[in-house]
């Protein structure tokens, strides 16, 4: 099966930027999705891509901000974070699957990473 490994994180002021990347071994997978979960509530979408790259979607409050990529070669895929903001605090996780169409519940990924921290402070 997939499996998923990231890196990045950590914790910067607001309006700096932080990279995230998502390492997946195992099968091609199909769609890879962001999600964020703070202390106390629910995991929540906050952008997917597709495996060709070509059909993306990002949570509202992230839109314009945040750009998901990724790079077929070595498996991994990145989420460039720009102008962070203290609601963006949360452990960030990547999750995948074998589908090939863009979901936000995540219900519907089978594989998941560690999770990273990411701290914006005001």
């Known amino acids: 099966q997939v499996q998923l490994v990231q890196s990045g994180g950590g914790s910067v002021q607001a309006g700096g930027s932080l990279r995230l990347s998502c390492a997946a071994s195992g099968p091609t997978f199909g769609r890879l999705g962001w999600f964020r979960q703070a202390p106390g509530k629910e995991r929540e979408f906050v952008g997917g891509i597709t495996r060709s790259g070509s059909s993306t979607y990002y949570k509202g409050s992230v839109k314009g901000r945040f750009t998901i990529s990724r790079d077929n070669a070595k498996n991994t895929v990145y989420l460039q974070m720009s102008s962070l903001k203290p609601e963006d605090t949360a452990v960030y996780y990547c999750?995948?699957?074998?589908?090939?169409?863009?979901?936000?519940?995540?219900?519907?990924?089978?594989?998941w990473g560690q999770g990273t921290q990411v701290t914006v402070s005001s």
């Open positions: 999750a995948a699957d074998l589908g090939g169409t863009l979901v936000t519940s995540p219900a519907s990924y089978d594989f």
